[in-house]
């Protein structure tokens, strides 16, 4: 079932913490390096769990991360380390911290090769989703094939976020995602 059906079937409370996500952010193309580096942080923290745990948990994150400021969380000591597998408001993975520390130290470096995390990746526009996912591994710590193909749905490189009728589609269009430039 695709996320756009799913979102119909459930309850209003349900429904109201996903909606927002589906209808403005899932899919569109993100600019800002900080929320580009974000959405992989929520892709990461996913793996095994629910997108509903993540939405849940959205504001937590940003605080125990500092909003995703890629710099800052670069150079978090361990003792932030620490901090981070204290915080029930995230998800206390030692794995998935250390993947969010390690990966933002990566996007710093492919900041100073190509001026910025989203000109790396369009840079390597298009890839397939297995060519993807090879570079993700490559490059990046915790990034299984799944967690690569979300992010890349989410941030509108590869299609499918949304279903062909759902209303939301049409916007995705209009945004110009770069699965359209492929």
């Known amino acids: 079932m695709s ?11 349900r429904k109201a913490l996903h909606k927002a996500y589906h209808d403005q952010q899932y899919g569109f193309p993100i600019h800002d390096d900080n929320e580009l580096f974000c959405r992989l942080i929520f892709e990461i923290n996913q793996a095994g769990l629910s997108w ?6 959205e504001q937590s994150f940003r605080e125990a991360y500092h909003n995703f400021d890629i710099q800052r969380v670069a150079n978090y000591t361990d003792d932030d380390r620490e901090r981070l597998l204290a915080d029930a408001g995230i998800i206390r993975n030692r794995l998935k911290i250390n993947a969010a ?3 933002a130290k990566t996007i710093l470096i492919l900041q100073k090769e190509h001026g910025s995390f989203g000109n790396w990746l369009a840079s390597h526009h298009p ?10 591994k490559k490059t990046f710590r915790f990034t299984g094939g799944e967690i690569v193909n979300e992010f890349l749905m989410s941030i509108g490189y590869l299609p499918h976020a949304h279903d062909e009728n759902c209303e939301v589609y049409a916007k995705i269009l209009a945004s110009n995602p770069m699965w359209l430039k492929g």
């Open 101 to 103: 520390i390690e990966n």
């Open 52 to 57: 509903e745990t993540i939405l849940r948990k």
């Open 127 to 136: 890839k397939t989703k297995t060519e993807w996912i090879k570079l993700f």
């Open 3 to 13: 996320y756009c059906t799913a979102i119909k079937t459930m309850s209003d409370e």
